[in-house]
């Protein structure tokens, strides 16, 4: 049986829920809550008690800051009723010190992503879905398809994009509030850094680094970018922090309709695939999505794109492979 507050909607406020409370969903969630960005917030985890654990933890940090947001538990996913807003962060993580893709999990994810996008979305008709859970491209697919939600966007390479800026402000020493530029493609192995969207104090990464006199490796740039997460993985057991706080900013820009420019995953028609495939581009962001700077970026990039669509579709059919 569902708690009753779970299924009531609260007309005028924001309902946001997070489904999957585990090594990501519970930075996720704390991170919102501390954004100030729900007035509802319900955590909902398959495993016994453990969303009823982390909401009274919620709780507390409320009363600390001194919110007056609802909090709510739940353990089945089809007891999340009136949310605005759904995240998905369900699944299975890749393991510490195994040398795997995020693609590898695509067929044990796409399993619970379906599962979740059917049995929350009867109930949530207006909800928009962002999709966390890894192989994230493929998984917002799964969720597109089996949720047909109209708002269906995956976190892409938002937070590639993060740890793009931070090691080229490592590597040229400046503050990383003066450099801009995005990742696109495929959060994880195609992932594409989109050299020519970089500025650093205003200047295109070249002229900066020619004019200051500082060598500068992009190869070493793009290595960081893809493998820093085994790393953290490795040594930490998994991503968190870093992770919260993309979504807080891909939350943000909805909730606010901020139309701010993040690189997340959405819809794009490629040719020779016969439905939209969710490539990582960045666009303005809000309450509705686009348009994306995907005409500004260089033929090369361009091209990359559409190889990194390529590969996610192929990670979407094998996550989907037996589903009925």
């Known amino acids: 049986m569902c708690p009753i507050n779970v299924t009531m909607e609260r007309e005028g406020n924001l309902h946001i829920a997070q489904i999957g409370t585990g090594r990501v969903g519970r ?84 399993k619970i992503v379906k599962y979740v996008a059917e049995v929350t979305s009867p109930r949530n008709p207006s909800a928009k879905y962002i999709v966390i859970t890894n192989p994230v491209d493929a998984m917002a697919m799964v969720c597109k398809k089996y949720s047909k939600a109209d708002f269906v966007v995956s976190t892409g390479t938002n937070l590639e994009s993060l740890r793009f800026r931070s090691r080229i402000a490592e590597t040229l020493g400046v503050p990383v509030s003066k450099v801009s530029g995005w990742v696109g493609g495929e959060h994880g192995d195609a992932a594409v850094p989109l050299w020519s969207t970089v500025k650093v104090d205003g200047k295109p990464i070249d002229d900066y680094a020619k004019d200051e006199g500082k060598p500068f490796n992009k190869t070493e740039v793009d290595s960081y970018v893809k493998l820093v997460s085994k790393q953290i993985v490795d040594n930490i057991g998994g991503t968190e922090y870093g992770p919260a706080a993309s979504f807080r ?42 348009p994306t700077l995907y005409k500004e970026l260089s033929i090369e990039e361009r091209k990359a794109l559409i190889e990194a669509g390529k590969a996610i579709y192929q990670t979407y059919l094998t996550s989907i492979s037996g589903m009925t």
Not at 74 to 99: F, N
Not at 263 to 271: F, G, H, K, Y
Request: charged residues 20%; hydrophobic residues 45%; contains cysteine.
């Open 27 to 110: 930075p996720t969630a704390y991170t919102l809550l501390c954004a100030e960005l729900a007035d509802t917030l319900t955590v909902c985890d398959t495993k016994p008690r453990l969303a009823a654990a982390f909401a009274e933890e919620l709780k507390h940090v409320a009363a600390s800051l001194g919110l007056d947001v609802e909090i709510v538990a739940c353990e089945k996913d089809e007891c999340v009723a009136g949310a605005d807003v759904i995240l998905i962060s369900a699944g299975e993580p890749r393991i510490a010190g195994v040398q795997m893709s995020r693609r590898d999990l695509a067929l044990q994810n796409g």
């Open 249 to 290: 900013d891909i939350l943000r820009a909805i909730v606010n309709d901020t139309g701010e420019t993040l690189s997340i995953s959405t819809p794009v028609n490629l040719e020779w695939i016969s439905e939209p495939v969710f490539v990582g581009v960045p666009l303005r962001l809000g309450k509705s999505v686009g």
